[in-house]
């Protein structure tokens, strides 16, 4: 089974960054060649026939899955980044987090409208930030298929905040 090949290449980090959080630590899948591929592979597999227009992708750990998915299924990558990191002229929203508040950004003309597209990000926890993205995609004109993630923490309910969105994810805690 593809989640537990997965789950075993992920590695918990206890009271990281603070006491209490039980961080998930990509980096020991991304290194392993056959599990960071097959997690691509499911991917690319599960939207090969979406016809897409682009993968967007999510500053920074995002981007780490989107681009060589983008590659794989031969579309553009659309970065969404962190204020001041994007050149052109550009869409921003606010979002809460946990701990305080943040910024997303996309270009204003990042697709044409009615473009079909898949965000992607490597962890869907609460759902803030990928809510924000969401709601940036909408804003260039965008139309959002499907939310997708390395992994969810199902335990702090992301998917109630993104209720009206698609989500996929290769691995549940």
Do not use: C, W
Not at 138 to 150: K, N, P
């Amino acid at each position: 089974m593809l989640e537990a090949e997965l789950v075993e290449l992920i590695r918990t980090i206890p009271d990281f960054p603070i006491p209490g959080i039980q961080f998930k630590d990509i980096t020991t899948l991304i290194r392993d060649k056959k599990g960071f591929r097959r997690s691509i592979q499911v991917l690319a597999e599960r939207y090969a026939t979406l016809q897409l227009d682009a993968i967007v992708g999510i500053e920074s750990r995002g981007f780490i899955f989107s681009a060589p998915l983008a590659y794989e299924l031969g579309l553009g990558l659309v970065p969404i980044r962190k204020p001041g990191k994007l050149p052109a002229d550009t869409y921003q929203v606010e979002y809460e987090l946990e701990y305080g508040v943040n910024k997303l950004e996309i270009h204003r003309d990042a697709f044409q409208s009615g473009a079909r597209v898949v965000i992607v990000d490597d962890l869907l926890a609460t759902g803030g930030t990928i809510h924000a993205a969401s709601t940036l995609v909408e804003q260039a004109g965008g139309v959002v298929e499907e939310l997708a993630f390395l992994i969810e923490l199902t335990f702090l309910n992301g998917r109630e905040r993104l209720a009206h969105y698609p989500i996929f994810s290769l691995v549940q805690y």
